[in-house]
Structures are given as structure tokens and as C-alpha cells.
């Protein structure tokens, strides 16, 4: 079975730092991957996903993501946080194959921006 | 207009009532997918639908039951809600394999 893993569920940066949100996986197929970001009192949004074609992938807000497959990671970066990047983060993979799209989440990380 | 709504966005009730939660989506999607949020826990699925005819149910459905009237409709119920169904709700929509699209979720209070 597919899962994920985000290591850290709370992770506090200053304004301008880098951020570093960690996911690892577990596939047995060729994964999908995507991170979505939930602010307060919101549904949640996609910031980007993997789809099997290039490993480095931009999405919004200036956030990326580098898809390891030996490392079974999908690490989601940003090189300078601002105060509007306070959210949960959540990873998720792809279930299936077959064009199945059952989304496993991670347990998703709180990201705090301080001045 | 949002694509994905979803009615009521909050609502408290007691032990033992029934419970409907609906969603409806604009973005012409077969499938469509209910999860639960809880803290700690990420989003776990509750049911899913490929289309009007194929419901299936998800990790944790036990408690809960779906219904897909149409294409943009799609709703949960809790045939006789309890306190550890106390959760967020959302409702999801996608084509394929690719992006879900959420919508702003439900609160649900059993008290």
C-alpha cells in the first residue's frame, strides 16, 4: 500500500529564510505526487504536483519540488519565506494505476513565519 | 463563482441525528470524493465516485454514507452521527488521474 510521510509536523522559519518541507513515499507503481497548502479556515489549494515528467517542478508562490526516486522524496522548498506562507502544508501520492486517483495525504506540517 | 461548493459550511448537532452534507461542482468532473480532516491526521477518504453509477467506499467509511445524484452532486451522510465524527469535512473533484480540486470544507460539531 502507498503512504506518506512528512517529517516534522510543526516547522517555525524566519521571514526571508528558506523553507524546507520534508515528504517521503512509499510506491509500489510509478507515483503522482502533490503538495497542496491549506490556509486558516480554507480548503485546500495545489501548489504543484509530479506527474512523471521533469523532477524539478515549479508551482505557485515561488515553491518547488525536487522528486528523488532513490530517496522515494518529494522535498518542498522555497528559497525566502514571507509571512503570507504561514499554512499547513500537506503531501499527497497517487494511488493506483489503471486511472485510479485515490489521494494518500501525509499528516501535513504547520509552517510559522516569524519576523 | 467557486467551482467546488459545499452546503452547510458549518453545523452542530447531537448525537444520534442524521446528517446530510452536499457538494456541488461546476467543473464537469466524473469523479468526486469525500475526505475527513482530523488534526494530526491529514485528510483520510471517506467514499469516492468515478461516475453517477460507481461509488466505492474509502478508508474510513464505516458510519457514513454517499449519495451521487448527478454528475455535480455528490453528498455524505451520517445516518446517526456521534461525538468522534467531529471533523472537517471536504469535498474533492478531478478528471483522471490528476489534480483534485477541493471545496472550502464543512465543519461538524456532534455534541
Known amino acids: 500500500a502507498q503512504s506518506v510521510t512528512q517529517l516534522g509536523s510543526h516547522v517555525s522559519v524566519s521571514e526571508g529564510a528558506l523553507v524546507l518541507l520534508r515528504c517521503n513515499y512509499s510506491s509500489s507503481v510509478p507515483p503522482y505526487l502533490f503538495w497542496y497548502v491549506q490556509y486558516p479556515n480554507q480548503g485546500l489549494q495545489l501548489l504543484l504536483k509530479?506527474?512523471?515528467?521533469?523532477?524539478l517542478v515549479k508551482g505557485i508562490n515561488g515553491f518547488e519540488a525536487e522528486f528523488k526516486k532513490s530517496e522515494t522524496s518529494f522535498h518542498l522548498t522555497k528559497p525566502s519565506a514571507h509571512m503570507s506562507d504561514a499554512a499547513e502544508y500537506f503531501c499527497?501520492?497517487?494511488?493506483?494505476?489503471?486511472?485510479?486517483?485515490?489521494?494518500?495525504f501525509g499528516a501535513g506540517t504547520r509552517l510559522a513565519v516569524h519576523p | 463563482d467557486a467551482d467546488v461548493t459545499q452546503t452547510p459550511r458549518n453545523r452542530i448537532t447531537k448525537t444520534g441525528k442524521r446528517i446530510m452534507l452536499e457538494c456541488s461542482q461546476t467543473k464537469g468532473h466524473d469523479r468526486m470524493y469525500w475526505y475527513r480532516q482530523d488534526p494530526g491526521l491529514g485528510l483520510r477518504l471517506i467514499y469516492y465516485?468515478?461516475?453517477?453509477?460507481?461509488?466505492n467506499k474509502g478508508e474510513i467509511s464505516d458510519g457514513y454514507s454517499v449519495s451521487r445524484q448527478a454528475q455535480a452532486k455528490f453528498s455524505l451522510s451520517l445516518e446517526s452521527a456521534i461525538p468522534n465524527q467531529t471533523a472537517l469535512y471536504f469535498c474533492a473533484t478531478s478528471e483522471k488521474r490528476d489534480t483534485q480540486y477541493f471545496g472550502p470544507g464543512t465543519r461538524l460539531t456532534v455534541l
Open positions: 509530479y506527474t512523471s515528467a521533469a523532477t
Open positions: 465516485s468515478f461516475d453517477v453509477k460507481d461509488i
Open positions: 499527497a501520492v497517487s494511488e493506483g494505476g489503471g486511472g485510479y486517483n485515490k489521494l494518500i
